[in-house]
């Protein structure tokens, strides 16, 4: 059986990214327009972009099994969303989705 992720090391993982998107912006911002050198530091820095937002995903993908790690993921999704104008971008809305059939779990009555 596959250990959970835990939603702490996935956290982890987007502010490190974070981290490498905001050093791969300093360097295109850097780079003398119009160069060969601000070209490929923007193809880097749209490489990274596409890895902060595969680590948005996985949070929101995260299904919780204690609340408080419920809490945790939604305070996260809360703050991305009210960053992009209170919506979720659609891959990390359908993430989200994805999540959701692993929440219930379902009971005969007693």
Known sequence: MEKPT??????ATYWQRM???TEAIRRT?????????????FAAQF???????????AVAAFRPEWPYEAKIK???LHRLAA????RL???????LLSSLPG?????SPA
Do not use: C, K, M
């Open 6 to 11: 835990s939603i702490y090391l996935l956290l």
């Open 19 to 21: 981290d490498e998107l």
């Open 29 to 41: 911002d850097d780079a003398a327009h119009d160069t060969p050198e601000r070209e490929a530091a």
């Open 47 to 57: 490489e990274v972009g596409g890895r902060v937002n595969e680590a948005e995903q």
């Open 74 to 76: 939604a305070d996260f």
């Open 83 to 86: 960053e992009n104008n209170g």
């Open 89 to 95: 971008e659609d891959d990390v809305t359908a993430a």
């Open 103 to 107: 929440l219930v779990e379902w009971r």
